[in-house]
């Protein structure tokens, strides 16, 4: 049977860390410092920070699913058969603001 060897040094888990003598006894050092093994080792844990765009994207995301879906056929069909029919009046004044809204919108861009 292979004998594992007892060596006092672990190798490190990050890159530039330290080996940690495995034989020390840490809990004494944190007692006497009046803090609790598990305390320290929160403290040590590395953060993770989440940009704002992907957490508000989460939001909108999640209110999009929560609403019910809209269901425009009768609108669609309406607007359909005011059409053929002749019947379907266009709004001359509403066009023109959405045609201006829309060239406002391109020329800031650029």
Known sequence: MNRVEN?????????????????E??????????????????????????????????????????TPPQDNMEKIENLRSQIQSGNYKINENKLADKVLQNEFELWRER
């Open 7 to 23: 060596t006092s040094k672990r190798a490190p888990f990050f890159p530039n860390q330290k080996a940690k003598n495995v034989n």
């Open 25 to 66: 006894n840490n809990y004494t050092a944190l007692s006497e410092r009046g803090a609790s093994p598990a305390k320290d080792k929160l403290q040590n844990d590395a953060k993770v920070s989440i940009p704002m765009g992907t957490k508000m994207f989460s939001r909108i995301k999640k209110l999009v699913d929560r």
